[in-house]
Protein backbone atom coordinates (compact mmCIF):
# COMPACT_ATOMS: atom_id res chain seq x y z
CA UNK A 1 0.00 0.00 0.00
CA UNK A 2 1.25 3.36 -0.50
CA UNK A 3 0.25 6.27 1.45
CA UNK A 4 0.56 10.44 1.01
CA UNK A 5 0.13 12.71 3.58
CA UNK A 6 -0.21 16.14 3.23
CA UNK A 7 0.88 17.54 6.81
CA UNK A 8 1.98 20.76 8.53
CA UNK A 9 4.28 21.29 11.35
CA UNK A 10 3.30 19.61 14.50
CA UNK A 11 -0.21 18.01 14.05
CA UNK A 12 1.39 16.62 11.29
CA UNK A 13 4.37 15.30 12.51
CA UNK A 14 2.59 13.91 15.45
CA UNK A 15 0.02 12.50 13.11
CA UNK A 16 3.24 11.37 10.79
CA UNK A 17 4.28 9.21 14.30
CA UNK A 18 1.23 7.24 13.85
CA UNK A 19 0.87 7.09 9.72
CA UNK A 20 4.74 5.35 10.23
CA UNK A 21 3.65 3.43 12.86
CA UNK A 22 0.69 1.86 11.34
CA UNK A 23 2.56 1.25 7.96
CA UNK A 24 5.65 -0.63 9.76
CA UNK A 25 2.72 -2.85 10.89
CA UNK A 26 1.41 -3.50 7.14
CA UNK A 27 4.34 -2.89 4.81
CA UNK A 28 3.02 0.33 3.92
CA UNK A 29 5.33 3.19 2.33
CA UNK A 30 4.53 6.75 3.34
CA UNK A 31 5.14 10.14 1.44
CA UNK A 32 4.40 13.14 3.37
CA UNK A 33 4.23 16.33 1.14
CA UNK A 34 5.15 18.63 3.57
CA UNK A 35 3.49 23.09 4.14
CA UNK A 36 6.59 25.58 2.82
CA UNK A 37 3.91 28.65 3.30
CA UNK A 38 5.85 29.04 6.96
CA UNK A 39 9.00 29.10 5.39
CA UNK A 40 11.28 32.68 5.99
CA UNK A 41 14.86 33.75 5.85
CA UNK A 42 16.05 35.26 9.10
CA UNK A 43 19.68 36.22 9.71
CA UNK A 44 20.71 35.17 6.26
CA UNK A 45 19.89 31.64 7.12
CA UNK A 46 16.91 29.42 5.49
CA UNK A 47 14.09 28.34 8.27
CA UNK A 48 11.84 25.45 6.92
CA UNK A 49 9.47 25.33 10.36
CA UNK A 50 7.04 22.83 8.96
CA UNK A 51 9.22 20.70 7.61
CA UNK A 52 12.04 20.87 10.66
CA UNK A 53 9.04 19.72 12.94
CA UNK A 54 8.75 16.72 10.92
CA UNK A 55 12.25 15.80 10.49
CA UNK A 56 13.87 16.31 14.58
CA UNK A 57 9.69 14.51 15.58
CA UNK A 58 10.05 11.76 13.13
CA UNK A 59 13.93 11.55 13.35
CA UNK A 60 13.77 11.77 17.45
CA UNK A 61 14.96 15.53 17.97
CA UNK A 62 12.62 17.18 18.30
CA UNK A 63 12.08 18.60 21.92
CA UNK A 64 8.34 16.77 23.30
CA UNK A 65 7.42 19.57 25.49
CA UNK A 66 7.65 22.80 23.18
CA UNK A 67 6.75 20.35 19.94
CA UNK A 68 9.08 22.91 17.89
CA UNK A 69 12.88 22.68 17.99
CA UNK A 70 15.39 20.59 19.32
CA UNK A 71 15.40 18.41 22.12
CA UNK A 72 18.05 19.45 25.03
CA UNK A 73 17.94 22.64 22.93
CA UNK A 74 20.51 25.94 24.15
CA UNK A 75 20.15 29.40 23.45
CA UNK A 76 23.22 31.28 23.23
CA UNK A 77 22.98 32.47 19.45
CA UNK A 78 19.65 33.85 20.32
CA UNK A 79 21.30 35.98 23.24
CA UNK A 80 24.43 37.13 21.44
CA UNK A 81 21.91 38.30 18.36
CA UNK A 82 19.83 40.07 21.19
CA UNK A 83 23.01 41.44 22.59
CA UNK A 84 23.98 42.96 18.58
CA UNK A 85 20.15 44.33 18.57
CA UNK A 86 19.86 42.28 15.31
CA UNK A 87 16.25 41.62 14.41
CA UNK A 88 13.81 40.24 14.51
CA UNK A 89 13.66 38.81 18.10
CA UNK A 90 10.56 37.11 18.40
CA UNK A 91 11.80 34.51 16.39
CA UNK A 92 13.63 31.68 18.57
CA UNK A 93 16.77 30.50 17.00
CA UNK A 94 18.09 27.40 18.74
CA UNK A 95 21.88 26.66 18.85
CA UNK A 96 21.16 22.91 17.61
CA UNK A 97 18.35 24.59 15.20
CA UNK A 98 21.29 26.60 13.73
CA UNK A 99 22.59 23.46 12.43
CA UNK A 100 20.20 22.68 10.41
CA UNK A 101 19.74 26.16 8.85
CA UNK A 102 22.81 26.38 8.34
CA UNK A 103 23.41 23.01 6.36
CA UNK A 104 20.18 23.83 4.48
CA UNK A 105 21.29 27.40 3.71
CA UNK A 106 24.74 26.47 1.96
CA UNK A 107 23.26 23.99 0.20
CA UNK A 108 20.50 26.49 -1.35
CA UNK A 109 22.99 29.11 -2.10
CA UNK A 110 24.98 25.96 -4.08
CA UNK A 111 22.05 25.62 -6.03
CA UNK A 112 20.48 22.31 -4.99
CA UNK A 113 16.39 22.62 -4.73
CA UNK A 114 14.65 22.51 -1.35
CA UNK A 115 13.31 18.91 -1.92
CA UNK A 116 17.44 17.56 -2.46
CA UNK A 117 18.22 19.63 0.29
CA UNK A 118 15.40 18.01 2.29
CA UNK A 119 16.30 14.75 1.59
CA UNK A 120 19.77 15.11 2.20
CA UNK A 121 18.89 16.41 5.78
CA UNK A 122 16.99 13.03 6.21
CA UNK A 123 20.04 11.19 5.90
CA UNK A 124 21.03 12.03 9.25
CA UNK A 125 17.58 11.55 10.77
CA UNK A 126 16.20 8.87 9.13
CA UNK A 127 12.52 9.65 9.46
CA UNK A 128 11.32 6.73 7.73
CA UNK A 129 8.95 7.93 5.77
CA UNK A 130 10.06 10.05 2.47
CA UNK A 131 9.64 13.81 2.76
CA UNK A 132 8.71 16.46 0.45
CA UNK A 133 8.42 19.69 0.40
CA UNK A 134 4.50 20.66 -1.58
CA UNK A 135 7.08 22.63 -3.36
CA UNK A 136 10.79 23.62 -4.10
CA UNK A 137 9.58 27.81 -5.44
CA UNK A 138 9.08 30.62 -2.88
CA UNK A 139 5.30 30.27 -1.83
CA UNK A 140 4.80 32.51 1.46
CA UNK A 141 1.79 32.66 3.60
CA UNK A 142 1.01 36.41 4.51
CA UNK A 143 -1.24 37.98 6.61
CA UNK A 144 -3.07 41.02 5.20
CA UNK A 145 -3.85 43.06 8.46
CA UNK A 146 -4.46 46.89 9.69
CA UNK A 147 -2.21 48.48 12.35
CA UNK A 148 0.61 47.85 14.49
CA UNK A 149 2.98 49.11 11.48
CA UNK A 150 3.25 50.95 7.86
CA UNK A 151 0.19 50.46 6.07
CA UNK A 152 -0.81 51.33 2.53
CA UNK A 153 -2.97 53.89 1.00
CA UNK A 154 -5.93 51.27 2.38
CA UNK A 155 -4.84 50.95 5.72
CA UNK A 156 -3.51 47.45 5.40
CA UNK A 157 -0.41 45.66 5.34
CA UNK A 158 1.10 42.14 4.52
CA UNK A 159 3.06 40.51 6.83
CA UNK A 160 4.51 37.40 6.91
CA UNK A 161 3.16 34.64 8.76
CA UNK A 162 5.85 33.97 11.20
CA UNK A 163 5.10 37.35 11.96
CA UNK A 164 1.37 37.32 12.18
CA UNK A 165 1.36 33.87 14.72
CA UNK A 166 4.70 34.65 16.50
CA UNK A 167 5.20 38.09 17.03
CA UNK A 168 1.39 39.46 17.02
CA UNK A 169 -0.01 35.86 18.57
CA UNK A 170 -2.52 35.94 15.67
CA UNK A 171 -4.25 38.83 17.73
CA UNK A 172 -4.20 41.65 15.19
CA UNK A 173 -7.36 42.47 12.94
CA UNK A 174 -6.77 40.01 10.08
CA UNK A 175 -8.47 40.67 6.51
CA UNK A 176 -7.40 37.55 4.90
CA UNK A 177 -4.33 35.00 4.14
CA UNK A 178 -2.43 35.32 0.79
CA UNK A 179 -0.10 32.88 -0.38
CA UNK A 180 3.04 34.66 -2.12
CA UNK A 181 4.55 32.83 -5.53
CA UNK A 182 1.44 30.56 -5.37
CA UNK A 183 0.83 31.08 -8.64
CA UNK A 184 3.96 30.27 -9.99
CA UNK A 185 4.96 27.45 -7.87
CA UNK A 186 5.48 23.73 -9.50
CA UNK A 187 4.86 20.99 -7.17
CA UNK A 188 8.18 19.56 -6.08
CA UNK A 189 9.79 16.50 -8.06
CA UNK A 190 8.49 13.13 -7.14
CA UNK A 191 4.71 15.03 -5.43
CA UNK A 192 2.52 14.49 -8.17
CA UNK A 193 4.14 11.12 -9.20
CA UNK A 194 3.48 10.30 -5.52
CA UNK A 195 -0.09 11.49 -5.64
CA UNK A 196 -0.64 9.49 -9.34
CA UNK A 197 0.47 5.89 -7.60
CA UNK A 198 -1.09 6.52 -4.14
CA UNK A 199 -3.75 4.16 -2.26
CA UNK A 200 -4.08 6.27 0.16
CA UNK A 201 -4.47 10.60 0.58
CA UNK A 202 -4.64 11.57 4.12
CA UNK A 203 -5.40 14.78 5.03
CA UNK A 204 -3.51 15.49 8.52
CA UNK A 205 -5.34 16.92 11.39
CA UNK A 206 -3.25 20.22 10.77
CA UNK A 207 -4.04 23.80 10.39
CA UNK A 208 -6.51 23.49 7.50
CA UNK A 209 -6.01 27.55 6.90
CA UNK A 210 -2.39 27.73 6.75
CA UNK A 211 -0.84 24.26 6.84
CA UNK A 212 -3.09 22.60 4.10
CA UNK A 213 -4.31 25.10 2.31
CA UNK A 214 -0.76 26.21 0.73
CA UNK A 215 -0.24 22.72 0.07
CA UNK A 216 -3.55 22.89 -2.15
CA UNK A 217 -1.81 26.10 -3.55
CA UNK A 218 0.33 24.79 -5.56
CA UNK A 219 -0.84 25.03 -9.08
CA UNK A 220 -1.41 21.25 -10.19
CA UNK A 221 -1.12 19.78 -6.69
CA UNK A 222 -5.30 19.85 -5.74
CA UNK A 223 -5.78 18.37 -9.81
CA UNK A 224 -3.11 15.56 -8.67
CA UNK A 225 -5.10 14.88 -5.66
CA UNK A 226 -8.55 15.02 -7.57
CA UNK A 227 -7.60 13.12 -10.60
CA UNK A 228 -5.10 10.31 -8.07
CA UNK A 229 -6.60 6.62 -7.68
CA UNK A 230 -6.11 7.17 -4.12
CA UNK A 231 -8.85 7.70 -2.01
CA UNK A 232 -8.53 10.59 -0.25
CA UNK A 233 -9.54 10.68 3.83
CA UNK A 234 -9.26 14.04 5.98
CA UNK A 235 -8.73 14.07 10.15
CA UNK A 236 -10.29 16.58 11.66
CA UNK A 237 -8.44 19.47 13.68
CA UNK A 238 -11.10 20.42 15.91
CA UNK A 239 -12.48 18.47 18.46
CA UNK A 240 -16.00 19.14 20.09
CA UNK A 241 -15.31 22.77 18.82
CA UNK A 242 -11.89 23.51 19.84
CA UNK A 243 -8.55 23.33 18.03
CA UNK A 244 -7.12 20.87 20.57
CA UNK A 245 -3.85 23.30 20.56
CA UNK A 246 -2.66 26.48 18.62
CA UNK A 247 -4.85 28.83 17.21
CA UNK A 248 -6.24 27.03 14.36
CA UNK A 249 -9.42 28.85 15.82
CA UNK A 250 -8.10 32.38 14.82
CA UNK A 251 -7.22 31.31 11.40
CA UNK A 252 -10.58 29.61 10.21
CA UNK A 253 -12.60 33.07 12.07
CA UNK A 254 -10.48 35.15 9.15
CA UNK A 255 -12.13 33.12 6.68
CA UNK A 256 -15.12 33.26 8.22
CA UNK A 257 -15.24 29.60 8.74
CA UNK A 258 -17.07 27.91 11.50
CA UNK A 259 -14.60 26.30 14.35
CA UNK A 260 -15.90 22.93 14.77
CA UNK A 261 -15.52 19.44 12.38
CA UNK A 262 -18.14 20.57 10.23
CA UNK A 263 -16.78 23.87 9.30
CA UNK A 264 -13.57 22.36 8.38
CA UNK A 265 -15.19 19.31 6.52
CA UNK A 266 -17.52 21.77 4.36
CA UNK A 267 -14.79 23.56 3.67
CA UNK A 268 -12.86 21.17 2.48
CA UNK A 269 -16.02 19.76 0.33
CA UNK A 270 -16.63 16.09 -1.12
CA UNK A 271 -13.76 15.12 -3.62
CA UNK A 272 -17.41 14.25 -5.82
CA UNK A 273 -18.75 17.55 -5.75
CA UNK A 274 -15.60 19.45 -6.38
CA UNK A 275 -14.20 19.87 -3.28
CA UNK A 276 -10.88 17.24 -1.51
CA UNK A 277 -12.60 14.86 0.61
CA UNK A 278 -14.23 11.16 -0.13
CA UNK A 279 -14.25 10.90 3.95
CA UNK A 280 -13.80 12.57 7.05
CA UNK A 281 -12.74 11.36 10.70
CA UNK A 282 -14.35 13.40 13.05
CA UNK A 283 -14.22 12.57 17.20
CA UNK A 284 -17.00 11.19 18.92
CA UNK A 285 -18.00 14.56 20.30
CA UNK A 286 -18.68 15.41 16.74
CA UNK A 287 -19.98 12.38 15.46
CA UNK A 288 -23.58 13.73 14.08
CA UNK A 289 -21.55 16.12 11.70
CA UNK A 290 -22.35 15.48 7.93
CA UNK A 291 -20.39 16.24 4.91
CA UNK A 292 -22.17 16.37 1.72
CA UNK A 293 -20.82 14.01 -0.31
CA UNK A 294 -18.22 12.58 1.92
CA UNK A 295 -18.47 9.55 4.34
CA UNK A 296 -17.87 10.30 7.54
CA UNK A 297 -16.41 8.19 10.38
CA UNK A 298 -16.82 9.11 14.49
CA UNK A 299 -13.39 7.62 16.02
CA UNK A 300 -10.92 9.17 19.24
CA UNK A 301 -8.91 11.63 17.83
CA UNK A 302 -6.53 12.96 20.41
CA UNK A 303 -3.03 12.10 19.14
CA UNK A 304 -2.14 11.46 22.79
CA UNK A 305 0.88 8.54 21.61
CA UNK A 306 1.57 6.81 18.63
CA UNK A 307 -0.53 3.44 19.00
CA UNK A 308 -3.81 5.81 19.28
CA UNK A 309 -2.71 8.17 16.66
CA UNK A 310 -2.09 4.48 14.86
CA UNK A 311 -5.33 3.52 15.53
CA UNK A 312 -6.42 6.54 13.98
CA UNK A 313 -4.84 5.52 10.50
CA UNK A 314 -6.33 2.64 10.50
CA UNK A 315 -10.05 4.11 10.80
CA UNK A 316 -9.26 5.93 7.39
CA UNK A 317 -8.05 3.26 5.96
CA UNK A 318 -11.29 0.92 6.84
CA UNK A 319 -13.16 4.19 6.00
CA UNK A 320 -12.59 3.66 2.38
P1 LIG B 1 1.88 23.71 12.90
O1 LIG B 1 2.27 23.89 11.45
O2 LIG B 1 3.06 23.45 13.80
O3 LIG B 1 0.97 24.77 13.40
O4 LIG B 1 1.09 22.35 12.97
P2 LIG B 1 -0.06 21.77 12.08
O5 LIG B 1 -0.71 22.79 11.23
O6 LIG B 1 0.45 20.53 11.42
O7 LIG B 1 -1.07 21.26 13.19
C1 LIG B 1 -1.68 22.15 14.11
C2 LIG B 1 -3.08 21.67 14.36
O8 LIG B 1 -3.05 20.34 14.88
C3 LIG B 1 -3.78 22.47 15.43
O9 LIG B 1 -4.47 23.52 14.79
C4 LIG B 1 -4.76 21.47 16.05
O10 LIG B 1 -6.05 21.74 15.56
C5 LIG B 1 -4.28 20.11 15.55
N1 LIG B 1 -4.00 19.15 16.61
C6 LIG B 1 -3.01 19.22 17.54
N2 LIG B 1 -3.06 18.14 18.36
C7 LIG B 1 -4.10 17.38 17.94
C8 LIG B 1 -4.68 16.12 18.38
O11 LIG B 1 -4.23 15.48 19.34
N3 LIG B 1 -5.76 15.66 17.67
C9 LIG B 1 -6.29 16.33 16.59
N4 LIG B 1 -7.34 15.80 15.97
N5 LIG B 1 -5.77 17.51 16.17
C10 LIG B 1 -4.70 18.02 16.83
CA1 LIG C 1 3.28 25.57 10.43
Redesign the pocket.
Known sequence: MRIVVL?????????LLGVRAYARRVGAEVTAVV?VG?DLYLHGLKIC??LD?VMYTLGGGADPER??GRADETWTVKAELAAYGAEPTWFGLGDRDVATHLVRTSMIEGGYPLSAVTGALATRWQPGVRLLPATDDRLETHAIVSGGGPAGADGQRAIHFQEWWVRHRADIPTHRFVFVGADAAKPAPGVVEALGTADLVLV????PV???APILAVPGLREAVAAGPGRVVG?????GGA??????DRCLAVLGVECSAEGVGRMYGGRRSGGLLDGWLV?PEDGTVTVPAVTVRATP????DETATAD?VRAAVELV
Do not use: C, E, H, Q
Request: charged share 10%; hydrophobic share 50%.
Open positions: AGGIGGARFNDPDSGWAPSNVSIVSPIIPVRGMAALWMTM
